[in-house]
């Protein structure tokens, strides 16, 4: 039954996947006859970015892991397959957390703290892409061209409440214990000490303030180096921009592509924040749909590989506990 269910959960992980991929191929196809082989570089230049994230969520995890069973390794090869579920398959960009956990408590560290120290490093991913949000922004009015798009930035800016008050309610407001006490009679749970345990340990990881900065600091720089991303493209069209104009580009681009979170893999939200914002540059619907193209290609080819050695990881997991 174990063997049955992992084989059906492969092939719909693969299917999602290729349906994912399939709705970009054209687009995929048409940016590399343009930019070439080229475009390659942009799978090693984005471990920098992997690299970073890891680092600041092995930082939080170091308290609960003091023997260090979770290595830098580890967590980054976590790191890329998160990100991997996240961009590849149709989920809400939540589902690479929960892979995470699962990948992560094969070390054997318990559910709680790994959980605990997700839930603030995608708190810490918020706050960071409204400082990057903010920094796209400036440079945007300062291209004297912020009118044709009040709606958008107003929408951003409106949203600001939703990290803070989520901030304010995992410190203060026991959130997840109390949950469980809403919940438990309605579904039939009883009471357990896992929702308190979890509340315990996101209230130590918000404690610990300059762990905190650093890894919001490192996700911050993440997030700007991605940047390099549409300036290349944009030199491999033929088209260069500068680098101030990329980050612009990207910031906005990536903030309203996390404000739309709920839209599976993000399809489509790229490339409409790409368009909208690329106009303001004078880049054509084209060469922005190509951007968000190399984008994805990036995507795929950082992403299946991680996303194979998983599921290779799986399917020995799954022998061995055959052979037990």
Same mark, same amino acid.
């Given at each position: 039954?174990?063997?049955?269910?992992?084989?059906?959960?492969?092939?719909?992980?693969?299917?999602?996947?290729?349906?994912?991929?399939?709705?970009?191929?054209?687009?995929?196809?048409?940016?590399?006859? &343009?930019?070439?082989?080229?475009?390659? +570089?942009?799978?090693?230049y984005r471990l920098l970015f992997f690299v970073l994230y890891a680092v600041g969520w092995r930082a939080?995890?170091?308290?609960?892991?003091?023997?260090?069973?979770?290595?830098?390794?580890?967590?980054? +090869?976590? !790191?890329?397959? @998160?990100?991997?579920?996240? @961009?590849?398959?149709?989920?809400?960009?939540?589902?690479? #957390?929960? /892979?995470? $956990?699962?990948?992560?408590? +094969?070390?054997?560290?318990?559910?709680?703290?790994?959980?605990?120290?997700?839930?603030v490093e995608i708190l810490l991913t918020l706050f960071a892409l409204y400082v990057f949000g903010a920094?796209?922004?400036?440079?945007?009015?300062? #291209?004297?061209? =912020?009118?044709?798009?009040?709606?958008?930035?107003?929408?951003?800016?409106?949203?600001?409440? %939703?990290?803070?008050?989520?901030?304010? &309610?995992?410190?203060?407001?026991?959130? *997840?214990?109390?949950?469980?006490?809403?919940?438990?009679?309605?579904?039939?749970?009883?009471?357990?000490? !896992?929702?308190?345990?979890?509340?315990?340990?996101? @209230?130590?990881?918000?404690?610990?303030?300059?762990?905190?900065?650093?890894?919001?600091?490192?996700?911050?720089?993440?997030? %700007?180096?991605? =940047? *390099?991303?549409? +300036?290349?493209?944009?030199?491999? *069209?033929?088209?260069? %921009? #500068?680098? !101030?104009?990329? $980050?612009?580009?990207?910031?906005?681009?990536?903030? $309203?592509?996390?404000?739309? *979170?709920?839209?599976?893999?993000?399809?489509?939200?790229?490339?409409?924040?790409? /368009?909208?914002?690329?106009?303001?540059?004078?880049?054509?619907?084209?060469?922005?749909?190509?951007?968000?193209?190399?984008?994805?290609?990036?995507?795929?080819?950082?992403? /299946?590989?991680? &996303?194979? #050695?998983?599921?290779?990881?799986?399917?020995?997991?799954?022998?061995?506990?055959?052979?037990?």
């Open positions: 039954m174990k063997a049955a269910a992992y084989i059906a959960g492969l092939l719909g992980l693969a299917l999602l996947t290729v349906l994912v991929i399939h709705a970009d191929v054209p687009a995929m196809l048409r940016a590399w006859r &343009l930019a070439g082989a080229a475009l390659l +570089w942009l799978v090693p939080m995890l170091r308290p609960f892991d003091p023997s260090a069973k979770a290595g830098y390794g580890y967590v980054l +090869w976590v !790191t890329t397959v @998160r990100e991997a579920v996240d @961009r590849l398959l149709p989920v809400a960009s939540v589902g690479g #957390s929960v /892979v995470g $956990v699962r990948l992560m408590r +094969w070390t054997g560290l318990g559910i709680a703290p790994v959980s605990a120290t997700i839930i920094l796209a922004t400036l440079i945007l009015l300062g #291209s004297g061209a =912020s009118g044709e798009h009040r709606e958008v930035l107003a929408v951003l800016a409106l949203s600001l409440p %939703i990290p803070l008050g989520s901030l304010l &309610l995992l410190r203060y407001g026991a959130v *997840f214990a109390r949950l469980e006490r809403f919940l438990g009679p309605m579904v039939g749970l009883e009471r357990g000490e !896992t929702a308190a345990s979890l509340d315990a340990d996101l @209230r130590a990881c918000l404690a610990r303030l300059g762990t905190l900065l650093l890894a919001g600091a490192l996700q911050l720089l993440a997030l %700007i180096t991605a =940047s *390099f991303e549409i +300036w290349w493209a944009m030199r491999l *069209f033929d088209h260069p %921009i #500068s680098l !101030t104009s990329s $980050v612009m580009l990207e910031g906005l681009t990536q903030a $309203v592509r996390h404000l739309a *979170f709920i839209v599976p893999a993000g399809l489509g939200v790229q490339e409409a924040a790409l /368009v909208l914002f690329g106009h303001t540059l004078g880049i054509s619907t084209e060469l922005a749909l190509g951007v968000s193209a190399v984008k994805r290609v990036r995507e795929v080819l950082c992403g /299946v590989p991680p &996303l194979l #050695s998983w599921q290779w990881l799986e399917a020995r997991r799954l022998r061995a506990a055959k052979s037990e």
